[in-house]
């Protein structure tokens, strides 16, 4: 029932743009592990990160995901803002990787705001921005073995969280990354006798340091 647009608020403190937001804006709290969006979804508002990160992920039509980038604070999703904007409903799924604090704009103000230079330039970079970011995904997928997709997968949520723990099951992860539970399985357990990763119940830590110094 959201979209996501990218925009850190403050960049629109003092401008006519700033008033605007601060007259229609609205503050929501979810913790981590919880659901913002899902496909199908009918986008009302767009969700503005202020605090914590979203992990965004696209599903087929057979419900098969795959893990595509993260929304850090003062950013969002402009494949959902597309959605916005042209009425159709929502392609992606976001979960909260960490608590969360997100600025709620409702979706009509996507396009009346085109009107501010801001606001443009906002979008414009938001979108460039998950263009680059959805090239480096289909790199990976297209020509990485799973278990470097695998390796990528857990740097990249350890980078949007700060914390070297990984919350999810292998099954949590393997979903994440289209790939059977048994290989996933497989790969960490080979991770962890690397000294890469420390297994546990339910999640798992990563040792970046371990990693980088093995290079």
Request: hydrophobic letters at 40%; one cysteine or more; aromatic letters at 8%.
């Amino acid at each position: 029932m959201f979209a996501f647009v990218k925009a850190p608020a403050n960049m629109f403190s003092g401008s006519d743009l700033g008033k605007e937001f601060d007259k229609v804006v609205i503050k929501r709290s979810l913790a981590a592990g919880s659901e913002l969006m899902q496909p199908g979804d009918v986008i009302t508002h767009v969700p503005i990160v202020e605090k914590g990160s979203l992990r965004i992920l696209v599903q087929d039509g057979e419900g098969h995901e795959r893990f595509l980038y993260h929304i850090m604070p003062g950013e969002s999703c402009a494949m959902s803002l597309t959605c916005c904007s042209s009425n159709r409903t929502s392609s992606v799924r976001a979960v909260v990787e960490e608590d969360a604090e997100l600025w709620m704009i409702p979706a009509r103000y996507t396009d009346e705001w085109m009107v501010f230079p801001e606001w443009r330039r906002y979008v414009s970079d938001n979108q460039a921005q998950r263009f680059g970011e959805l090239l480096e995904t289909i790199e990976v997928v297209a020509f990485h073995k799973m278990d470097e997709q695998l390796w990528d997968y857990l740097v990249k949520r350890v980078h949007a969280t700060g914390s070297a723990i990984v919350k999810g099951t292998h099954e949590d992860i393997a979903n994440e990354l289209n790939s059977p539970r048994e290989v996933i399985t497989r790969l960490l357990q080979q991770l962890q006798r690397d000294g890469r990763v420390t297994l546990g119940r339910g999640s798992l830590e990563v040792h970046l340091a371990t990693s980088n110094s093995g290079s």
